[in-house]
């Protein structure tokens, strides 16, 4: 299997210009912010590297869930196993039809240190977050493999993670 990613974080705004500004003609009365957007192409041979991904709907069951980057479901059911790669983009988003906030935090029992010692962040329905490591995260390890999901019943996210 080899993988191919193309990752865009990109926020493009245009703004009317609605007050007369000094040496800009009437037609021309608008500003493009584009400046800040990223994007990458991801291979085994690039730095990130991507090597192993895996997609899926993670549903809480009486309110929790873990994702264990070690042992993961990739396409066909084929087992995914992250085991010495790092996390190099995960993309989480809260389903519409979630009825409460969704907390990700690193893992209780084996915490992967996603972003930092101590994450934790809420989504609330249809609400996302997306994480590009640029190979700066830990590597995936039997002690450093899980995040933590919960929430207050069976709400689900989508959740996305290209590692390398």
């Given at each position: ?29 608008s ?22 991904c ?6 809480l069951s ?7 980057l ?34 990700v ?60």
């Amino acid at each position: 299997m080899s993988v191919s990613v193309s990752y865009e974080s990109k926020v493009t705004t245009t703004e009317t210009i609605t007050t007369a500004v000094p040496a800009i003609s009437s037609n021309a009365n608008s500003v493009l912010h584009n400046a800040y957007s990223t994007s990458k192409a991801m291979t085994a041979s690039t730095t990130p590297p991507a090597t192993k991904c895996a997609y899926m709907l993670k549903s809480l069951s009486g309110g929790a869930a873990t994702i264990d980057l070690t042992s993961l479901t990739g396409v066909n059911g084929a087992a995914v196993d992250g085991t010495g790669l790092k996390v190099q983009v995960m993309k989480f988003k809260a389903t519409t039809s979630n009825t409460g906030a969704i907390t990700v935090t690193f893992g209780a029992s084996n915490p992967y240190n996603l972003k930092g010692a101590t994450f934790s962040f809420d989504l609330k329905a249809g609400q996302e977050d997306t994480f590009y490591g640029n190979d700066a995260t830990p590597d995936i390890a039997n002690d450093a493999c899980e995040i933590d999901l919960s929430g207050t019943g069976s709400e689900s996210l989508q959740v996305s993670i290209i590692m390398g």
